[in-house]
C-alpha cells in the first residue's frame, strides 16, 4: 500500500490589505484597497482669511468608487513649528461616481501667521436614496 501526503499552504482571506500603510497625495495614511477614500480628496488650497483669521482649506473631491457615496473630511492647520493651530470638516452628499466636488473646511479658530492644510481622515459611504 502507498500512502501519498499532501501539504496544502493556505493563505489568509481572499481580501488582500497592504501590510504597510501607503501616503496618499493629501498626505493621510491609508491600508485600503485599490481606491481608499483618502485617495479621492485633494487639497487645492490653503489660506487664512486676513478679516478674520479663520483658516480655511479648500477640497477637491473625486469619487473613484463604483456607487453614489457621502464624505466626512477632517482637516487640520498646522503652523510653521508644526503644532495644529485649529480644525475643520467638511461634508459632502451624493457625489456620483467619478464626478468631481469642490468643497471648503474652515477652521475652529483664530490663527496668526503662515499655516499648511492636512486633510487628517476621510470617511467615505454609501449613499442611501
Excluded at 487645492?44 to 457615496?69: F, Q, R, Y
Aim: aromatic content about 2%; glycine content about 10%.
Amino acid at each position: 500500500m502507498i500512502i501519498v501526503v499532501m501539504v496544502l499552504a493556505v493563505g489568509g482571506s481572499s481580501k488582500k490589505t497592504p501590510t504597510n500603510p501607503t501616503s496618499t497625495s493629501s498626505g493621510v495614511q491609508s491600508t485600503g484597497g485599490a481606491h481608499p477614500p483618502e485617495a479621492d480628496v485633494l487639497i487645492t488650497s490653503c489660506d487664512v482669511d486676513p478679516a478674520t483669521s479663520i483658516p480655511s482649506a479648500k477640497l477637491e473631491i473625486i469619487n473613484h468608487s463604483s456607487k453614489s457615496s457621502d464624505y466626512s473630511i477632517a482637516v487640520e492647520f498646522v503652523d510653521v513649528n508644526g503644532t495644529r493651530v485649529a480644525e475643520g470638516a467638511a461634508l459632502e452628499a451624493h457625489v456620483a461616481p467619478g464626478e468631481k466636488v469642490e468643497d471648503a473646511a474652515g477652521g475652529t479658530a483664530q490663527v496668526s501667521g503662515k499655516i499648511t492644510c492636512k486633510v487628517t481622515s476621510v470617511n467615505r459611504i454609501s449613499a442611501v436614496g
